[in-house]
């Protein structure tokens, strides 16, 4: 008899655990413009807004994260920033992300190395 | 700024679309200094993302679980709409999808190949514009001339019987095919081979082709079947093909034998009833081949004016002669009604709908304020009129799926025979087509039932659900297109449903009828004689030598019959009492009858020998029975039963009087369904007692006239007999016919009581349809009418609850809350009742199934059913419960009650009523006042 894998339920597609690890590593101040910006500082990889707005409204849909709205400021003529947390879900699913990647690494290390 | 959020709101909740445009304002402004720069950046990446979300959001599907689920519980929360609104749809949707589904019966694509261009030629007789099918002679010039078909070809319905080895006799139905027929059809024989050209030649010997079926059931499968002979009636015919089961072309037939008409042994028109078919030549279109025939009838008619004047070929597609429409725009015309029925009662749900949404103007208006999309609330609205109109599709393709078994076996049982059932391009099963067409139309009365009253309050009328959140009242209305339709529909209410109910009402009352004698005792059979020898040109020797042959035949059957143990009578007649088709006559110097807006009188018309009367119990009343000197066509003598003296002659003696027939639409005397014309004055000989003693249809007419059978009527032969010896007497039959001659045939024998319990499911199948209707219409008439009136409850419930604090009569406030909408409701049904009674008259319904004074009834009671349905509940069931649970919400109302006590009321009382107020749809405050 099998048990269920540990890896098993949805998992991210690469950019969305990119974004997803930048709400993270932003904060509680994770609105789309800071999250780009953690991007391009950890990744040296430059990323459009199109495309974060994208990924975060898409996961929002699958409720791997929630948004909220702070404060308005003068510099955004007034609007208020659209902050984005974490759920529960959608930590669990950075943890299967990185487990699986983990996981079809092992072993591989020297291999990586050298290349 | 600004207008990059309206741009963005476009495709986003607000406060999405303003979080996203300071995203984008920030960014630009890290980016640019200038403002103008910014601004109009700002607008054009607010496109963009417009666009973008737009695409995303069409990518996503529309509907989600929580809409559906939200959809079934509000179905939950209403249940009398949900109730009303379901079997509504439910019974237009099926109507809606049968009438396509009867044109995919009629005018299906034949399954054949290139079954398409498979058609029918016909002569129609313009004078009548009916088809005239002795084409015996035209055939051969077709065949010969004209170059848009090929392999034109020709068959004739015969009936044969079949003696099997066993001494078994079947009268069995052939078609008399040409060879083209199985080159048409494109089919291979799984035995032996098809029939050839060359087996229509004169001389050639007799060949017959079998289906599958015959071959599996009556030869038994036999292997050695080629090359055996069969007698079909008195002639040897060997058997040379066997064909697959899923052959039966021309119609639906398992027997063929050639083609074998000689049109030299007929005199022009007066061949038999021939079909012809053909296929179009490659590279032909229908248009060509008609222009091409129009012209050779052109031809024809004036070379052949005797025969030819007013007859002019047409080509049709292959099934259309089938099909019992003179005119396929008369089935656009009735899908096109049927599909109005659908569109009237998805308007009525619709009404029902947008009462109910007005009721939840505040929720819309508060879901609006906090973001939701005007999308978003219509399509929540349309998948609770979907969920509603999906479940009513499904009720609609069982109901379907019953009528459409019905009809099958109906029809089976029509087919004389019976061997292969109905024709074979007929498929009575519930196809993808049918089951898309019932969902498109699910899908239009979804959008009409949901998206139109969603519209209609999410529209202007936000602000007016908005204001209501404050003042605890409704803000919306029934506006005047919706009262008119509510109107409307109260007027065809009143029109269609005195004339459905009665139509209903008497099928219902005639589908269990008692025949009013032992119908078990009669075993009834129609009979023929194969036409031998060929007819010659001059046609009257040999008709006179046919009818000789027959009557001698039909002679003996009757006296072997007659000593036959357990028989007691034995008579001949043109159709059974009880199913007489009804004709107009006029009494000679009868003068006009008042009020009589058609000419003539209706009376059940019927040919009967001289055994008939007694064989029935009908008992002579006065003057004579029926003698042997009239059974001639130039016989004047006709009886006719008490009814006809009671209604015609007031019970006074009518021997000696004389009656005209009123002729038929077109030129020439009246004509019987029999075929024979009527066209003198005939003399009344004799009265006898009514037979049968009830009446077994809706059909109103029971004054009957009888004349003698003659041998060209020759129809049908009842056997009165011991009803436990009915399958015994049925071989028996056969039997006895055969013996005496076996081109001599029973084409088919049933007990009179079978034929009767077919005609009552008609009837009740009928009545139920019609019932269904009826009722539907009633229950929408009634729920249109709550409708307005919960709306107007709805708008004054706050009037209305400080009213009755204050003191108000209830009766008063009754009158001023309804006064408007009843003169409405009052203003539809006398505008209904005009077009009912025109109705009634026209279909002949006055004074026959039921009295005046019951249709009188039937107007005034579709009205009084709607106010008693709209009151009613609000009166009985809420009035209970507006003293409870929801009295907190009525504390405003509750403190004007306290301000202004009501004399000689008590406050528990008060409370109550001023508790209604505030009710939801304000039918409490109804209920509080009734009960008060």
């Known amino acids: 008899m099998t048990g269920r894998s540990p890896l098993s339920g949805p998992l991210l597609a690469e950019f969305e655990l990119i974004v997803l690890l930048a709400v993270l590593q932003v904060g509680d101040e994770a609105y789309p413009l800071a999250i780009r910006d953690a991007i391009e500082q950890r990744t040296g990889r430059r990323t459009s807004r199109a495309a974060i707005f994208i990924t975060l409204e898409r996961l929002e849909e699958k409720g791997f994260v929630t948004s909220r709205y702070g404060d308005p400021t003068p510099v955004r003529g007034g609007r208020a920033k659209r902050l984005f947390t974490p759920t529960a879900a959608g930590l669990a699913a950075v943890k299967r992300s990185v487990a699986m990647v983990s996981s079809m690494t092992a072993g591989l290390q020297a291999l990586l190395r050298k290349s | 700024m600004k207008l990059a959020v309206r741009i963005l709101r476009l495709a986003m909740p607000a406060s999405k679309a303003e979080a996203l445009a300071g995203d984008l304002a920030e960014d630009l402004a890290r980016r640019w200094r200038p403002r103008a720069v910014r601004e109009v950046s700002l607008v054009m990446l607010a496109i963009g993302y417009a666009a973008i979300a737009a695409a995303t959001r069409a990518a996503r599907p529309p ?110 139905r052939l078609a008399q095919m040409s060879a083209a027929g199985f080159r048409i059809a494109g089919a291979s024989p799984i035995k032996g081979r098809t029939l050839e050209d060359r087996d229509e030649r004169p001389g050639a010997e007799p060949v017959l082709v079998i289906g599958e079926a015959m071959w599996r059931r009556v030869f038994g499968a036999d292997p050695a079947i080629i090359g055996r002979t069969v007698h079909l009636g008195a002639t040897v015919h060997t058997v040379v093909g066997v064909m697959p089961e899923r052959f039966a072309f021309p119609v639906n037939h398992q027997l063929w034998v050639p083609f074998r008409l000689d049109p030299g042994r007929y005199a022009r028109g007066q061949s038999p009833d021939v079909n012809v078919f053909a296929r179009l030549s490659p590279g032909a279109s229908l248009d060509a081949a008609k222009a091409e025939i129009a012209v050779l009838g052109e031809r024809l008619a004036q070379q052949f004016p005797e025969s030819n004047q007013h007859l002019r070929p047409r080509i049709v597609p292959y099934t259309s002669v089938f099909a019992d429409f003179d005119d396929i725009d008369q089935l656009y015309v009735m899908q096109v009604a049927v599909v109005m029925l659908l569109v009237v009662i998805a308007v009525n749900v619709a009404i029902l709908v947008y009462a109910r949404t007005v009721t939840r103007a505040g929720e819309i208006a508060m879901r609006t304020a906090l973001g939701a999309s005007r999308r978003r609330i219509v399509t929540q609205l349309f998948v609770e009129a979907g969920a509603l109109s999906a479940a009513a599709a499904v009720l609609a393709l069982g109901i379907l799926q019953i009528v459409f078994v019905q009809i099958e076996s109906v029809l089976n049982a029509f087919m004389p025979g019976g061997e292969a059932g109905v024709p074979f391009w007929m498929d009575f099963s519930l196809s993808p087509r049918i089951v898309l067409n019932t969902a498109g139309l699910a899908v239009i009365a979804a959008a009409i039932a949901g998206v139109i009253p969603a519209l209609k309050v999410t529209g202007r009328h936000v602000q007016a659900g908005l204001q209501s959140l404050a003042t605890r009242g409704s803000g919306l209305r029934l506006g005047k297109g919706w009262t008119a339709l509510v109107v409307g529909q109260v007027a065809i209410t009143a029109a269609l449903l005195p004339g459905a109910a009665v139509m209903a009402f008497s099928s219902l009352k005639f589908a269990n009828a008692d025949p009013g004698f032992a119908a078990d005792e009669y075993l009834v059979a129609d009979f023929g004689l194969d036409p031998e020898p060929q007819p010659d040109p001059a046609g009257s020797t040999t008709r006179v030598s046919f009818d000789t042959r027959f009557l001698s035949r039909q002679a003996e059957l009757i006296r072997r019959l007659e000593s036959e143990p357990g028989v007691s009578a034995v008579t001949h007649l043109w159709t059974m009492p009880g199913r007489e088709p009804n004709m107009r006559i006029t009494l000679e110097n009868g003068g006009p009858i008042p009020g009589e807006e058609r000419p003539g009188q209706l009376i059940r018309f019927n040919r009967v020998d001289a055994n008939y009367f007694r064989a029935f119990d009908a008992t002579r009343r006065a003057g004579r029975g029926f003698a042997n000197a009239d059974a001639r066509p130039e016989s004047t003598a006709v009886i006719v039963n008490q009814h006809f003296v009671d209604r015609f002659f007031g019970g006074a003696q009518p021997l000696g009087r004389r009656i005209q027939y009123v002729p038929n639409a077109g030129p020439g005397p009246a004509q019987a369904q029999d075929g024979t014309e009527l066209p003198g004055a005939y003399e009344i000989v004799g009265v006898v007692s009514n037979a049968p003693a009830r009446e077994l249809s809706s059909n109103a007419v029971n004054a009957r006239v009888y004349h003698p059978l003659t041998a060209e009527t020759y129809q049908t032969l009842a056997v009165r007999m011991d009803p436990s010896r009915a399958a015994a007497m049925s071989q028996r039959v056969r039997d006895i016919a055969v013996a005496i001659d076996p081109a001599f045939r029973v084409n088919r024998t049933r007990v009179l009581q079978e034929v009767y319990q077919l005609d009552q499911t008609e009837e009740r199948w009928g009545a139920m349809m019609l019932a269904g209707v009826t009722l539907s219409v009633l229950v929408l008439a009634g729920g249109g009418i709550y409708a307005l009136m919960s709306v107007t409850v709805s708008r004054r419930r706050r009037e209305i609850g400080i009213r009755a604090a204050l003191g108000g009569e209830p009766r008063r406030i009754l009158a001023a809350i309804f006064g408007r909408a009843l003169m409405l409701l009052a203003a539809g049904a006398l505008i209904g009742i005009v077009p009912a009674t025109l109705l009634l008259r026209a279909e002949d319904m006055v004074g026959g199934p039921v009295s005046t004074w019951e249709i009188a009834l039937l107007h005034v009671a579709p009205s009084c059913f709607c106010c008693r349905l709209d009151l009613r509940p609000r009166t009985a069931r809420r009035g209970a419960a507006c003293a409870s649970s929801r009295r907190r919400r009525c504390a405003r109302t509750a403190r004007i009650s306290r301000t202004y006590p009501r004399r000689g009321c008590s406050p528990s009382r008060r409370t109550r009523l001023t508790g209604s107020a505030g009710f939801r749809g304000g039918g409490g405050a109804i209920g509080c006042l009734a009960i008060s």
């Not at chain 2, 509000?74 to 396509?100: D, R």
């Not at chain 2, 054949?112 to 029918?120: C, E, F, W």
């Not at chain 2, 313009?126 to 002679?137: G, I, S």
């Open chain 2, 63 to 172: 509907v989600d679980a929580l809409d559906v689920k939200l959809a079934l519980r509000m179905l939950v929360k209403y249940p009398g709409l949900t109730v009303i609104a379901f079997f509504s749809m439910a019974v237009a949707i099926a109507f809606g999808a049968g009438a396509f589904a009867i044109h995919s019966f009629l005018y299906p694509r034949l399954p054949l190949p290139g079954g398409d261009r498979i058609v029918s030629i016909e002569n129609v007789d313009t004078r009548y514009r009916n088809d005239d099918r002795q084409v015996l002679h035209d055939f051969a010039i077709w065949q010969s001339e004209l170059e848009t078909l090929t392999d034109l070809g020709a068959y004739v319905d015969i009936r044969r019987n079949l003696l099997s080895a066993d001494g078994r006799v079947d009268a069995m």
